[in-house]
């Protein structure tokens, strides 16, 4: 059984920054992509970043400039960088691991979510 460990969320003040992490854990063998997704009261779930095994990202144009995404094949670790954060950034943020192998064959996986609020 995988599961994917997030960490990093948090209350910042406008124009700061925070790290998310998300691990994942079990018998995993290897990783397509993993990401970030996020959804706030009252709108629909959408992709931040992403990024390929080989290293390949990809962001919304939205937070294109003030996020980066990482991540570490070796830990399966995903990394969120983010900065310059606005209120509209405000939301619970997922972590998503895309065609994960494993012994028992290929799925998807979802993190539990990490709330992110920007406020003053």
């Known amino acids: 059984q995988v599961q994917l460990v997030e960490s990093g969320g948090g209350l910042v003040q406008p124009g700061g920054s925070l790290r998310l992490s998300c691990a994942a854990s079990g018998s995993v063998f290897s990783i397509s992509a993993m990401g970030w997704y996020r959804q706030a009261p009252g709108k629909q779930r959408e992709l931040v970043a992403a990024?390929?095994?080989?290293?390949?990202?990809n962001y919304a144009d939205s937070v294109k400039g003030r996020f980066t995404v990482s991540r570490d094949n070796a830990k399966n670790t995903v990394y969120l960088q983010m900065n310059s954060l606005k209120p509209e950034d405000t939301a619970v943020y997922y972590c998503?691991?895309?065609?994960?192998?494993?012994?028992?064959?290929?799925?998807?996986?979802w993190g539990q979510g990490t709330q992110v609020t920007v406020s003053s």
């Open positions: 990024v390929r095994r080989g290293g390949t990202t």
């Open positions: 998503h691991a895309e065609r994960v192998a494993t012994p028992q064959g290929v799925s998807d996986y």
